[in-house]
């Protein structure tokens, strides 16, 4: 057999839950039909036809392979290929014995396949990418190297998707430093310090559970090239028109019991750091209270433009970053993260409103110039013991902001100044205990925590004049809001195996206090009395439950299924003091939910998912008097408590084939819900709205269908990647006191070549097209397309040096003049004593203005013009360990 005709596969056992079983030793040799001996045969071993594969091993030139398998299966699937011939397949018994395969040619024409093992390996449901298979001249941290690698896709803000869903989790050598904060590793990491990334599939991070509760959820491993690792950046840029700045280091070491990543970070060139802090935590389920801020105020904004921040925002900005983990024994850490950030921004455009309305239409055009002032210091304080037998988590979290916006709105009328003061400070802890007590396993969580903030608004002159001042214009108007809320989830039961079936009954109890009031003052400090503008709202909402969890796995784990049944006793107390209102609900809700996960084959897994919720009205749409939250939006919510209950259904395919490095995904979902309140918009001619909840049956369906792919091609190193969604829904919705039928529909298309085309030249393109279309029953009042291109050229006259070319190109179907242009140029050049890159970038060369966007809601579109950056050249120093 000729060699060039010879197949290399390569696929890695799969891991063993229980570690004790005994090793099998499968040895043989290969023959052809003529009795010669086989090189370059691929030899499989699996429980069965469709599970996955255990083992693997290669034929030698002696036609001769070796297989250890690890399994509790009485038996085995062995498969043998080889191009040209047919399939060899039979089962054995697992035992250690040694086999003689003959295969026979076979007139099939099969595709020439050649899978390098260097590229991507299989051990069990962990997939291991070679990074230097993947690493091209122009990569530099480890986010350069995932959004090559197919199967996965990072979204702009930073969150990692694999299969089109959230991975849970980010580990550095096994190891959860950055508790979802994994932005700071994934744009510091230099990409030479990394051996591979790995892909967990059905990733289950609590040991003790692992063999217990089936997790559908993917985590991300990165594996170091050394036991000591010292990494990270450190950047130094000057430029001009105007005078720009730009400093960061970002040091960070990596040991087998100690790891740290610090950041200090400034800059005035529209980098927004903030998105390295950001949490992409998944909480576990019993954490369902969170301390995150809620804005019941603010000021109107410009819609910020759909593209890298560095094109539009006006920032000055500074952020510090702690990360330290320290292993104090075997599986148990203590961790400690902490930020704080500060940055100032300047925000200029114009806005023109439409609304429609079943009976007219509705326009407003407004010229916005904001300066927005954060302060945040946030962190966490971990203790975590994870081992087979035992598990215990506790985080202490805190969450403080100091914001101020200003802004100033000029319409064709008037000028109307707006000032919030929006502090804020939340603080909790979470706590989780596993422990194994005889045969079973003894679970325990709380969830405690409390949140204020006083918010202040200002508006200058005052507004909704029929309403406040007979008609008449004033001065000012002042909303004052103070909200507190406190918090508590408890819950205790235990997990135990019974044969193929795990059970988890868990009893709790949890209470929510919230409080919340509001006044309204109008110039010269004259308060508003009229009770139907103040609040004295407290809402206590308790609940008694009772959960069970039940799963079922076969044998060779094809199939799992689960099934959740939770029982609870709720009940809802609203008191307002000032409207003397009083209002009680007691609802006993029953909530199951049920999914189910198949392995077709080797390659191809399904899953379905049906449930039931019931969700019920929070303080933000509770109160009963009226609330200025913008200078044109006046709320209230004087009705009954609000109740939706909510049936989703899902199902799901994918087929990921590491041989071939292609992955595929589809789904579908629909979700039907039925409120009890129905929202009514009062819009008037100058935009002012007054929304406010009438007790009314109605329904609201969505219906979502999603597709993707990705794959990596070798010979031309090349990955291509192509996303694609539709969405449809339907809502009932009051406007102007006409009933309308609400329906949107919309459509994404998303897609991505990273092509590394010859050693001179590399390219990179992404692209982006969405339609997105409403209207009242079966008429359509508005659609609009948005296209977004933006194409890189990296030309390498020598290997320490390249010119980059990009362009981008963004426009919509609504604008006139909806055409956005981009042109920027790009010099590097790299010293190897010491590893220091030197870049002068030239950006937005045709010194593009503005950016016009558009954008439509269920009964409403906007057009906006942002004021863009400059054209502006810069000159940064990067160093990277």
């Known amino acids: ?70 399994t509790e299966s009485e038996s085995l699937f062995l498969k043998v290929s080889y191009i040209g011939f047919g399939t060899f397949e039979k089962t054995v018994q697992n035992k ?43 990569d530099r941290v480890i986010a350069d190297i995932l959004k090559k690698l197919p199967g996965i896709d990072i979204r702009p803000n930073g969150q990692i998707f694999y299969k089109d869903e ?117 909480r576990f389920v019993g954490a369902e209270f969170d301390i995150d801020k809620t804005d019941w105020l603010s000021i109107q904004n410009v819609s910020e433009p759909p ?159 029929t309403i406040f001042n007979d008609g008449d214009s004033y001065g000012e108007i002042q909303q004052l809001v103070s909200a507190r809320n406190w918090y508590t989830n408890n819950s205790a039961g235990f997990t135990k195996a019974l044969g193929k079936f795990t059970i988890s009954p868990k009893f709790g109890f949890s209470i929510q206090n919230q409080q919340l009031k509001t006044d309204i003052f109008l110039e010269d400090g004259e308060e508003v009395l009229d009770t139907d503008f103040k609040n004295r709202t407290k809402f206590v909402q308790s609940s008694i439950y009772f959960k069970n969890y039940f799963r079922f796995k076969n044998k060779d784990e094809t199939w799992n299924l689960s099934l959740s049944t939770p029982l609870a006793f709720k009940t809802l107390d609203l008191e307002d003091d000032n409207f003397e209102e009083k209002r009680n609900l007691d609802r006993l809700v029953f909530e199951p ?125 090349t990955t291509v990647k192509l996303n694609a969604s539709y969405n449809l829904s339907t809502r009932q919705q009051l406007l102007n006191n006409t009933l309308a039928e609400v329906n949107t529909q919309s459509f994404v298309l998303r897609g991505s070549v990273d092509a590394e085309v010859s050693s001179w030249l590399i390219a990179n393109y992404s692209g982006n097209f969405s339609m997105f279309t409403s209207g009242f029953g079966g008429n359509d009042f508005q659609q609009i397309e948005t296209h977004q291109h933006t194409a890189d050229l990296y030309f390498y006259p020598k290997d320490n040096q390249y010119l980059s070319i990009s362009g981008e190109y963004y426009g919509n179907s609504l604008s006139e003049n909806g055409d956005n242009y981009f042109l920027n140029l790009g010099y590097q050049f790299t010293f190897e004593k010491p590893k220091m890159d030197l870049n002068i970038s030239w950006r937005n060369i045709l010194n593009t203005d503005q950016f016009i966007n558009a954008s439509n809601n269920q009964y409403y579109y906007v057009q906006s013009s942002y004021r863009l950056r400059p054209s502006q050249v810069m000159a940064t120093i990067k160093f990277t360990l």
């Open 1 to 70: 057999m000729n060699n060039s005709r010879k197949i290399f596969f390569f696929l890695i056992s799969i891991f063993v839950v229980f570690t004790g079983y005994s090793q099998t030793e499968i040895t043989g040799q290969i023959f052809d039909d003529k009795n010669e001996n086989l090189s370059g045969a691929a030899v499989i071993i699996s429980k069965d036809s469709v599970s996955s594969i255990l083992a693997y091993a290669i034929s030698d030139s002696d036609g001769k392979f070796q297989v250890s398998v690890k």
């Open 96 to 138: 250690s014995q040694q086999l003689e395969v003959k295969l026979s040619p076979s007139s099939e024409a099969l595709q020439e396949v050649i899978v390098k093992s260097e590229i991507l390996q299989q051990r069990g449901d962990t997939l291991s990418f070679s990074v230097a298979a993947f690493k091209d001249k122009n």
């Open 166 to 282: 959230p991975i849970q989790k980010y580990y550095i050598e096994g190891l959860d430093l950055l508790e979802g904060r994994y932005n700071l590793a994934n744009n510091n990491l230099s990409a030479n310090a990394v051996s591979k990334v790995e892909i967990l599939e059905n990733h289950q991070p609590v040991k003790v559970l692992d063999s217990l509760e089936f997790s559908e959820r993917a985590s991300i491993n990165i594996k170091l090239k050394k036991e000591v690792t010292v990494s990270g950046t450190a950047t130094a840029g000057i430029g001009a028109a105007p005078l720009l700045w730009q400093t960061k280091i970002t040091p960070m070491i990596f040991t087998k019991k100690q790891q740290a990543i610090l950041t200090y970070q400034s800059n005035n060139t529209g980098n927004d750091v903030s998105g390295e802090i950001r949490n992409f935590s998944i």
């Open 307 to 465: 593209f890298s921040s560095q094109r539009w925002l006006d920032n000055n900005v500074h952020l510090g970053s702690v990360n330290i983990l320290q292993r104090l024994k075997k599986d148990r850490d203590l961790k400690l993260n902490i930020s704080y950030l500060n940055d100032y921004q300047q925000q200029d455009g114009r806005t023109q409103t439409r609304y429609f309305t079943p009976t007219d239409t509705i326009d407003l055009i407004e010229n916005t110039s904001n300066d927005i002032f954060v302060s945040k210091l946030e962190g966490e304080l971990t203790f975590e013991n994870n081992d087979d037998k035992n598990y215990l988590k506790n985080q202490l979290e805190f969450n403080g902001s100091w914001n101020a916006n200003r802004g100033l709105i000029d319409r064709s009328n008037t000028q109307i100044k707006q000032q919030l003061d929006n502090p804020f400070f939340g603080i909790k802890n979470d706590l989780r205990l596993l422990r194994t007590v005889g045969k079973q396993l003894i679970t325990f969580t709380s969830n405690t925590g409390f949140t204020e903030t006083n918010q202040d608004l200002l508006v200058q002159p005052g507004q909704f004049e």
């Open 593 to 717: 939910r049920f999914s189910v996960d198949k392995k077709l084959s080797t390659f191809w897994e399904v899953d379905a998912s049906a449930g039931l919720r019931y969700d019920f009205g929070e303080i933000q749409q509770l109160y009963y008097g009226f609330l200025l939250n913008g200078y044109r939006n006046l709320n209230r919510y004087d009705a009954p408590i609000s109740e939706k209950t909510r049936q989703d259904y899902s199902a799901g395919l994918a087929y990921r084939n590491p041989l071939k490095q292609l992955f595929l995904n589809a789904s579908y979902s629909y979700n039907f819900t039925e409120n009890n309140l129905l929202y009514s918009s009062t819009i008037g001619e100058n935009g002012a709205t007054i929304l406010e909840a009438i007790e009314s049956e109605n329904t609201f369906d969505a219906h979502s269908f999603s597709a993707g792919g990705s794959k990596y091609f070798r010979k031309i190193k």
